[in-house]
Every structure is written in C-alpha cells, then in structure tokens.
C-alpha cells in the first residue's frame, strides 16, 4: 500500500509535467489545428534559460525561493518571445499552404531547436543549479520532495490560471473565437494574427516552466531532452481530447502514472512505448479523446 | 512497353547493374574505386528504395506517415534475422555455402522476401486501424506504431537490443541494392500510371469526393501502405546486411523517418524521379558536411532542419513539384510524346 501510495505521488509529479507541456501543445491546436511539434524544444529552451540566469545570479551557491521564482518567471518570458518569434518567422508564412507543409514546418522548427541547441550548448549534459534545497517530507510513509510538491501544485495553479483566462477574459474569449472559426473571428474584427501570437506566448511559457521544474527536480537537461517528453506529452494532449484545458491536465497525469506504474513492473524497459499504445488505442476507440467532444464532417 | 521489350529490359539492366557492381567491388583495370566512396553509392540506392517508397503513400496517396523507419526495422531485423540464424542451412538446401557468391545471392533473395513479407504484415497492421483516421492523427499514429517497434527490438536479446544487430553477415552488394532500387521505382511508376495510381491520386485531391465517387479509399491507402512498407523493409534488409553496417534502434528512430520525408519533400512530393533525386542529394550533402559536423555536431541536422522550413515557406511543392523529370526538360528527346503532367 505504501509503495502504491509512493507510485502514485511519482507519477502525479511526473505526470504535472507532461500536463504543463500539453497544455501548450493543446492551445495551439486548439487556435491553428497545427501539432506544434517545436512545443517539446521550448520547454527544453526553458530549462536552459533557467540555468543561464540561475549560474548569473550565482543561486547555487545562495539558494533561495524568491530569486527561484524570478528565474522561472524570467524563462518563462524569454520562452514567450521565443513562442512569438517561431510562430513570426517559421509559422505565419505557411499559415495559407496545406496542412501537410505547416507540419512539416513544425517538424523543421523541432529539428532546428534540438540540433541548433547541441551546436551551441554542446551535446554533454548540464548540471541544473540548485536553487532550492531539497527537502523530503514524510507523510504517513509516503516521501515527497519540496521540488515534486511544488511541480504538482504548480500545474494544478497554472490550470486554473489558464481556465480563467480563456474563459473569463476578453482576449480568452477571443482565443475561443478564432478556435472555432478563425475567419469568421476575423470578420468580426478580432486580430487573428495576435490572437495567435499570444496563443504562442502563453504555450511556450507554460512549456518553459516546465522545463525549469523538471530542471529542478532532475537536474539534468541536455538539447535533446524536448524530444521525447514533448512527444509524450503530445500523446497526454491527444489522450485527454485535444484544445481542451482540463483534458490536458487529465491526459498527462494518466500518462505520467502509468509510466511509473510500468517502470515498477519487470516490464520498465516497455516504459516509452506505453505512451504510444495508449495514444494508438484512443485514437482507435475515442478520436476525441476522454474530455473532448468530436466534431462532424462538413462536405 | 510489349512484353518482349520488358524482357529486354530487364536482362538489359541486370547484366548493366552484374557489370557495375564489378567495378565497384573490384575496380575497371588498375582503377578501383575508394571503398568510401562506394558505401557512400550503396547508401544512396538504399535511400532511393526508401524515398521512393515513402512517396507512394505521401506523395502519391496524400496522406502523411512518420514511421517508415518502423518498417525498415521491421523488415531489416527480419532479413537478418534469417540470414544469421538460418542462411548458412538455406544455403545448404542450394547445394552450396554462405561464403559462396552463388549461396550468398539465394539467402539474400531469400532473406529480402521474408523481410519484405514481414514488413507488410506491419504495414497492414498499422493500416488498416489508422486509415480511419486523417491528417495530423495519422501521422503521429505512424509515428506511435513506429517507436513501439523500435521499443520492442530494443528488449529482443537475439538481434543485439540497444547494441544493434552486429552478427549480421555482409552479403549485401551494389548489385543487389541497386536492382532493388530499379525494382521500386518500376513498381512505384507502374502503381501511379494504374487504376490503383488513379485511385491513389483521386484520394489526394478529395478523399470524401472520392469516397462518393464509388472509390474504395480505405482499401486503396492500405494497399500503398502494405507496397510502401514492403520497400522500406528491403531497405531494411539490404541496410543492415551492409558491411559494417549493423542495425541500430538509435538509428532507426523518428529522426531517420524524417530524413526520408525530407528526401520527398526536396525532390517533390508525389515525383518518383523527385525522390531519386532527393535520395541522392540528401545521402551526398551530409557525406560532404561531414568535416564540418565533426567540428560542430549537430550542424548537420541544423542545415537538414533549416533547408525543410525554407522550403516549405518558399517552395513547398519541392524542386521537381508533382512533374517527373523527362529528357525534354534539357532539349533532348522526342517531343509530343509524353508532356510533363
């Protein structure tokens, strides 16, 4: 039971951090119908943007909440910027082209980010700064580390964050305007193009945040490391019903508890696949996913 | 082309392809050709075959997969499976030893058409679940069923798990790669001048028009599925019984299906001599930037990268576009026969 239990906070805390990708990941296909397949190297851009200005700031030497948070507020704005620009440069040009060009642009993008990364932060892992000591807390046998407690609770704060802002402001209702029907939302006078802009800035921080909490609960981050978790994480979007908020947060923690659950099992060498045959088996038996809703086909 | 003039054809390219393969292996006279340079060649005909292959279902069909390294795994694991564990008693049945030219050429026919058969049988499997689903689905479907095979080979012992298939014996050659290679493209253009190329294209330009005009669409993209797949497993196949040039799961990972669909993708999607010819440029190009990917790695990947968003932003139908490349594009040929399409 205690191992169970032990599971379950592994997986949750894994499982956040798919979610706070797949949130990204389920915004802009929920705005573009686009798989943003560069979302996985945004929050990897994240990580590394985090550890640049944490090795500035010298935290590793005075750890410290406060400054922890600035960093992570500061990659997560740098990652914006980021968002906006792959969206200017690579994105908006081929918005008008078929479907198939924009993925394979946004594989492109992907492509660029992972190697442009192994040429200018070199291929060799880095050693993420700790900027908050580790501290393990013991509730009723169960241990929980201060860095996991703060990914879970974070995920959950940025979900409700993001539900409001789509939901209960004016540029969230313009998001869901141009989701639906993005030239009708034109003709009504909503700004698509910042729509969409913003869309971008708003995933990429979310991704970026990510890549800081992981950064510091394994600190460990090397270019390549968007590759699989973004794919997985695409996988928890897709699981949940994709350009649904809450979805995503469900859809990543399954997924999140299910690795663990199989790497507890003589069957952990299995563990990357999971993720690819539960993806295959919803598309199969619910396309939309658990939380989303499918749509007809107009002719 | 009448039936004699296949046969024609055919002895024609055989004992061309016989006549090359010497001079690649043991040289024209004093003249022999740098071993680099001819495993750089065998490379190339191994990725015509998976270009070309590719393009049928991207190309051709319209539709969009992300794993035809899956089924090259497939295909090739299953070629060398045969050849390792059983060449030497198949060989045997011939009258004759592995070591043998003759014993060398029946496994590898042999050993092509069982990884072939295999990954069909995984094209089909992929196929006929995923064709209900489109577009953006569809490829990260392919992409899902082609890690899950990779997984899979790294946790099988007897093919060398995540150290790679090394036991394979080399008895691939220039001829054989190269006949394969021939084989794909007349299939591929065979397919395409069909009923079935006609359907295929029908799919492409309008599934739901298609579907309406009395076109069986599922049944169609499962078949370019199962010819495509087939391919790429002799890729496969050939690949990995390559001289030092075992099969890895590192290797065969999403990263080298995108190599391929960008081999389409500059050549044109839906032009078989458009995937010849981003074959060849995308196997040479990185053979040159060797010297600088070995100073900075990774850059190779970055120029790989930056070359599919340029083209995508300002030519997305490729170099060659949808037309197939003709004598007549240098002012030679007939004219008035056959127009570019």
């Known amino acids: ?299 | 082309m009448r039936p004699r003039g296949k046969l024609v054809a055919t002895l024609l390219t055989t004992a061309v392809l016989i006549g090359l393969n010497r001079a690649v292996e043991y040289g024209v006279g004093d003249f022999q050709i740098n071993p680099y340079y001819a495993r750089i060649i065998n490379l190339v005909g191994i990725n015509v075959i998976l270009a070309v292959s590719l393009n049928l279902i991207n190309g051709f069909a319209g539709q969009f997969s992300i794993g035809h390294a899956g089924f090259m795994a497939v295909g090739g694991y299953a070629a060398t499976y045969l050849t390792v564990y059983h060449g030497a008693q198949i060989a045997a049945l011939a009258g004759t030893t592995l070591t043998s030219a003759v014993g060398a050429s029946v496994v590898m026919v042999f050993s092509l058409l069982v990884g072939a058969c295999a990954a069909a049988l995984a094209g089909l499997a992929v196929g006929i679940p995923s064709l209900r689903l489109k577009g953006d689905y569809l490829a990260i479907v392919t992409l899902g069923f082609s890690e899950i095979i990779r997984v899979v080979i790294l946790n099988i012992p007897a093919v060398g798990g995540a150290t790679g298939f090394t036991d394979a014996i080399p008895i691939t050659n220039f001829f054989w790669i190269f006949a394969m290679a021939v084989l794909s493209i007349v299939v591929v253009r065979n397919i395409t001048t069909s009923t079935f190329g006609r359907a295929l294209s029908a799919i492409r330009g309008d599934e739901i028009a298609a579907e309406a005009m009395g076109v069986r669409t599922t049944r169609y993209k499962v078949l370019a599925f199962v010819v495509s797949a087939a391919f790429a497993g002799i890729a496969g196949g050939l690949s990995g019984q390559l001289f030092a040039n075992p099969l890895n799961p590192q290797n065969l990972n999403f990263v080298k299906s995108i190599e391929v669909i960008v081999m389409i993708v500059l050549g044109g999607i839906g032009s078989t001599t458009g995937a010849v010819f981003g074959a060849t440029a995308l196997t040479i190009l990185p053979e040159a930037l060797r010297p600088i990917d070995r100073q900075f790695p990774g850059l190779r990947m970055v120029i790989y990268s930056l070359v599919l968003i340029l083209l995508m932003i300002f030519r997305p139908q490729g170099v060659f576009g949808r037309r197939e490349f003709s004598l007549r594009w240098l002012g030679l040929g007939r004219r008035g026969k056959s127009g570019p399409r």
Not at chain 1, 217 to 245: C, D, S, Y
């Open chain 1, 1 to 299: 039971m205690q191992t169970f239990l032990q599971q379950i906070i592994n997986g949750l805390s894994l499982g956040a951090i798919y979610a706070l990708i797949a949130l990204g990941y389920t915004m802009v296909y929920g705005v573009l119908r686009l798989i943003n397949f560069a979302h996985g190297d945004v929050y990897m851009l994240g990580a590394f943007a985090g550890y640049f200005l944490a090795n500035a700031l010298q935290l590793d030497a005075n750890p410290s909440v406060l400054w922890a948070i600035l960093v992570t507020l500061g990659s997560m704005a740098i990652c914006a910027g980021i968002g906006i620009l792959i969206e200017r440069l690579a994105y908006r040009p081929v918005r008008h082209h078929s479907r198939l060009s924009a993925l394979i642009t946004a594989i492109g993008v992907s492509l660029f980010l992972e190697y442009g990364g192994q040429v200018v932060f070199g291929a060799t892992p880095r050693f993420f700064p700790q900027m908050i000591r580790s501290q393990t807390y013991i509730l009723g046998g169960v241990q929980i580390t201060n860095q996991n407690l703060l990914i879970i609770l974070m995920a959950v704060a940025v979900m409700f964050g993001l539900h409001f802002i789509v939901h209960r402001t004016k540029v969230g209702k313009a998001m869901r305007a141009t989701s639906y029907n993005l030239s009708a939302a034109k003709l009504m006078g909503i700004n698509t193009d910042r729509v969409i802009a913003f869309t971008f800035a708003l995933g990429s921080a979310l991704a970026a945040a990510g890549g800081v909490m992981v950064a510091l609960a394994i600190p460990r981050i090397e270019p390549l490391m968007g590759m699989m978790t973004g794919l997985k994480a695409f996988v928890a979007a897709v699981l949940g019903g994709i350009g649904n908020i809450p979805g995503a947060m469900l859809g990543g923690m399954l997924i999140g508890l299910m690795e663990t659950g199989i790497s507890a099992t003589a069957y952990s060498t299995y563990r990357d696949a999971v993720a690819f045959g539960v993806l295959i088996l919803i598309l199969l038996f619910r396309p939309a996913g658990l939380l989303g809703s499918s749509r007809t086909e107009k002719v």
